[in-house]
T-cell receptor, first 117, second 112 residues
Framework: DAGVIQSPRHEVTEMGQEVTLRCKPISGHNSLFWYRQTMMRGLELLIYFNNNVPIDDSGMPEDRFSAKMPNASFSTLKIQPSEPRDSAVYFC???????????????FGDGTRLSIL | EDKVVQSPLSLVVHEGDTVTLNCSYE??????LLWYKQEKKAPTFLFML????IEKKSGRLSSILDKKELFSILNITATQTGDSAVYLC????????????FGEGTQLTVNP
């Protein structure tokens, strides 16, 4: 089975540029999560979608960050304009979660290592 | 504010040793506690615990949850160099949706 697929694996860009990270969840999983991992703050949830609808975006740091899920098999996380402090590893995760059902573990992609110069 | 605290933050052992990693939490609306192993890339799922006192086992790894004292332990017996990784504890807090709050992780190094 294909796992969660993220692209690109690495991104190096200059501050001020727009950055778009992509994620394909595991087929059949209806919940998708974006996380950011840094040495200082560890793994933090940015936003969570269920059935393509954003449920909780309280972790999105500021208006420069936006996320979309146009269909069940694709999501993007965009940073515009990017800043050096956005440098981190960004993970996407998915789970086959359904309201009221027994919860299932989240499965993570390999992440995008983002460096903003 | 939800909080997950892991200890120790790092641990160096020799192959064959047994290790115990700790995770304590203070959260509202607890749903489950999860353990992940992170090597160079993605955190990989190890265990999900929802009930107190029921041990989950997978090979040399085992874990148990105490919902009264609000902690969990992850045991690894007969450690191998391949066990070297960061072990992450996370608590699923269901408030409207699912939200994993992670601890800082325990960096385990197993030397030959």
């Amino acid at each position: 089975d294909a796992g969660v697929i993220q692209s690109p694996r690495h991104e190096v860009t200059e501050m001020g540029q727009e950055v778009t990270l992509r994620c394909k969840p595991i087929s059949g999983h209806n919940s998708l999560f974006w996380y950011r991992q840094t040495m200082m703050r560890g793994l933090e949830l940015l936003i969570y979608f269920n059935n393509n609808v954003p449920i909780d975006d309280s972790g999105m740091p500021e208006d420069r960050f936006s996320a979309k899920m146009p269909n069940a098999s694709f999501s993007t996380l965009k940073i515009q304009p990017s800043e050096p402090r956005d440098s981190a590893v960004y993970f996407c995760a998915s789970s086959p979660e359904a309201a009221g059902a027994v919860n299932q573990p989240q499965h993570f992609g390999d992440g995008t290592r983002l460096s903003i110069l | 504010e939800d909080k997950v605290v892991q200890s120790p933050l790092s641990l160096v052992v020799h192959e064959g040793d047994t290790v115990t990693l700790n995770c304590s939490y203070e959260v509202t609306n607890f749903r489950s506690l999860l353990w992940y192993k992170q090597e160079k890339k993605a955190p990989t799922f190890l265990f999900m615990l929802t009930s107190s006192g029921i041990e989950k086992k997978s090979g040399r790894l085992s874990s148990i949850l105490d919902k009264k004292e609000l902690f969990s332990i992850l045991n690894i017996t007969a450690t191998q160099t391949g066990d070297s990784a960061v072990y992450l504890c996370a608590v699923d807090v269901r408030v409207g949706g699912s939200r994993l709050t992670f601890g800082e992780g325990t960096q385990l190094t197993v030397n030959p």
